[in-house]
């Protein structure tokens, strides 16, 4: 079972950044996509960003369009998430997933076979 590990969660003040990374814990495994999801307390886990990992092409949500920038870095087998502009209501538990896409965009959770164990973003008032 490929492992995806996250880091770079924090608590930063409202109108700030912070920069979320990703990287399997095996060195290769299949998947075209890659995507981060969020999850608040009492709330279903929601779609932030996807990207497919050899055209680079990326799709967001509305509500981190213009906010957030997804980058995946080939040679370091590295997923990132830019996060600017934070808003309290960004605060969540933020997943890293992998898979095989079929169709684009790729959005819900279920055609994800890889997953993270979360970092948890906390942006305060």
């Known amino acids: 079972q490929v492992q995806l590990v996250e880091s770079g969660g924090g608590v930063v003040e409202a109108g700030g950044s912070l920069r979320l990374s990703c990287t399997p814990a095996r060195r290769t495994f299949t998947r075209n996509v890659m995507g981060w999801f969020r999850q608040a307390p009492g709330k279903e886990r929601e779609f932030v960003a996807v990207?497919?990992?050899?055209?680079?092409?990326?799709n967001y949500a509305d509500s981190v369009k213009g906010r957030f920038t997804i980058e995946r870095d080939n040679a370091k087998n590295t997923l990132y998430l830019q996060m600017n502009s934070l808003k309290p209501e960004d605060t969540a538990i933020y997943y890293c997933?992998?898979?095989?896409?079929?169709?684009?965009?790729?959005?819900?959770?279920?055609?994800?076979?890889?997953w993270g164990q979360g970092t948890q973003v906390t942006v305060s008032s």
């Open positions: 997933a992998g898979g095989i896409a079929r169709a684009w965009p790729v959005k819900a959770t279920n055609d994800y076979a890889y």
């Open positions: 990207i497919g990992w050899d055209t680079g092409v990326t």
